[in-house]
């Protein structure tokens, strides 16, 4: 993101004052300020907002130094703005520190909580350590996290867990990676699922979306079912069966099969 101007705003016992910053750093005052309130905003050269942070309490010289009780919203074109919370913020040029119970969240449900999370502006690029997810009808943990402002796509890496609902169906996963973003969740890598009617995936990638309709595996699929097992390249999970397709390798289980419907 491109960051030639950012507007500066102190709210200090109900005055506000506005300070333009440019960069490189203009011949200002480089003394700290002490407030009660500090509000910073960031424009793209296009003059469009693209961050806002608010924050209790503070020291700051221009727009470095240590922020506390802060809210940090993302803008972006047609996206879902992205509010991060957390206790503490210590800011310097290139690369900001969000500490002490930070949560994520977006408006159209997905929150995500962590520890500590590291903003680098001039990248437009944020990073983490252990993270959990929650969707209306997903859930991830994950070791790593990443998240790209400027394409508002997320990556999960190291011990990645998740569960999904599916067709009002949950299922338990694992896998190497992941990746979300254009409401949908990749996992990809050695990926193994367990549904909770006891039917077991393995396969290279799972696709599904964040709505919980469409679930679509792919890359040497294995599937031990009730009845029986299924092998494919492609294995689609949606509303009133499993569908496979490529290399489509079938054995089934007819006692199983007899006792479930009875005869």
């Given at each position: 993101m491109s960051r030639t101007k950012t507007f500066l705003g102190l709210l200090i016992l109900g005055i506000v004052l506005f300070l333009v910053l440019r960069h490189p750093r203009s011949p200002v005052d480089d003394a700290a300020i002490d407030a009660q309130r500090i509000i910073l905003f960031g424009y793209t050269e296009g003059e469009r907002m693209s961050w806002e942070i608010d924050a209790q309490e503070g020291s700051l010289a221009e727009s470095v130094g240590s922020l506390e009780g802060v809210t940090i919203r993302f803008y972006g074109e047609g996206e879902h703005p992205l509010t991060i919370r957390g206790a503490r913020l210590v800011r310097d040029e290139s690369t900001s520190l969000?500490?002490?119970?930070?949560?994520?969240?977006?408006?159209?449900?997905?929150?995500?909580?962590?520890?500590?999370?590291?903003?680098?502006?001039?990248?437009?690029?944020?990073?983490?350590?252990?993270?959990?997810?929650?969707?209306?009808?997903?859930?991830?943990?994950?070791?790593?996290?990443?998240?790209?402002?400027?394409?508002?796509?997320?990556?999960?890496?190291?011990?990645?867990?998740?569960?999904?609902?599916?067709?009002?169906?949950?299922?338990?996963?694992?896998?190497?990676?992941?990746?979300?973003?254009?409401?949908r969740l990749v996992l990809e890598g050695d990926v193994s699922i367990h549904s909770e009617n006891g039917n077991t995936f393995t396969c290279r990638r799972l696709e599904t979306d964040l709505g919980g309709t469409f679930a679509q595996l792919s890359g040497d699929v294995h599937a031990t079912l009730s009845s029986g097992d299924l092998q494919a390249q492609t294995v689609k999970l949606e509303r009133g069966g499993v569908y496979a397709e490529g290399a489509v390798s079938l054995r089934l289980d007819l006692q199983s099969a007899r006792k479930s419907d009875g005869t």
């Open positions: 969000l500490e002490g119970a930070v949560t994520v969240a977006r408006d159209d449900g997905l929150q995500l909580e962590t520890h500590d999370l590291v903003w680098r502006e001039a990248d437009d690029w944020l990073d983490s350590g252990p993270v959990h997810l929650s969707h209306h009808n997903a859930e991830l943990s994950a070791s790593r996290f990443s998240y790209d402002l400027s394409a508002r796509r997320g990556w999960f890496t190291d011990g990645v867990e998740a569960t999904i609902v599916q067709d009002g169906e949950r299922f338990h996963v694992r896998a190497n990676q992941g990746e979300e973003g254009d409401d």
